[in-house]
């Protein structure tokens, strides 16, 4: 935050002070827009899938890690925030992708059986990204919010047998796409307010 004046060119009391790279980002808020809706289509057809749907929920849960790397691996390089998270979590989202994408009923069964392990990491991955996110995003509570409530599923998940976890699976990809859309428009509000200001 600065107090510089107006007049002298600064920005002004309770504006966020914002770089270029910022403002450039800031200028495509609506692809967040696009992103946050693909996310909640992405979620919705998750959520209407039975045990027969296996191979298709696998190589669409490998999809999504596709599509969380690659943005991960944007947000690396556009952003001011420490990059080395970003392009960490962007690496191993494109790994388990591109094991999701060529080998579904396995990666099924794989994801069903280590859904605690892998609901953790997503849920540190949040938390930490909220704290870090803290100064330049009004809305930081809310990954808070979100990664704490997946860190408390992942422990619940561990204790349950496998096939509670595969139908488990099929529920909570469907809401982590959701709550990762609803993110990316919350995010694109936040970047429209900062390129309005």
């Known amino acids: 935050m600065s107090a510089a004046s107006p007049a002298a060119g600064g920005p002004t009391v309770g504006t966020p002070a914002a770089g270029p790279v910022e403002l450039d980002v800031a200028r495509y808020w609506w692809l967040w827009i696009v992103t946050g809706i693909a996310w909640i289509i992405a979620a919705l057809i998750v959520?209407?899938?039975d045990a027969a749907s296996i191979t298709t929920v696998g190589v669409i849960i490998g999809c999504m890690f596709l599509f969380a790397g690659v943005?991960?691996?944007m947000i690396g390089t556009l952003t001011g925030q420490p990059r080395?998270?970003?392009v960490t979590f962007g690496?191993?989202?494109?790994?388990?992708g591109f094991i999701g994408v060529f080998n579904p009923e396995s990666t099924f069964a794989g994801f069903a059986d280590i859904?605690?392990?892998?609901?953790?990491c997503v849920g540190v991955f949040w938390t930490i990204q909220a704290f870090v996110s803290k100064p330049d995003n009004p809305v930081w509570w809310l990954g808070l919010i979100t990664g704490v409530l997946m860190v408390i599923l992942a422990f619940w998940t561990s204790?349950?047998?496998f096939i509670e976890k595969a139908y488990t699976l099929l529920v909570f990809a469907g809401i982590w796409g959701l709550m990762h859309g609803l993110g990316d428009i919350a995010r694109a509000f936040a970047a429209r307010s900062l390129r309005d200001a």
């Open 84 to 86: 080395w998270l970003s």
């Open 91 to 96: 690496v191993l989202f494109l790994i388990a």
């Open 71 to 73: 943005q991960q691996l």
């Open 159 to 161: 204790g349950q047998f």
């Open 47 to 49: 959520l209407q899938f």
């Open 115 to 120: 859904l605690g392990f892998l609901f953790l």
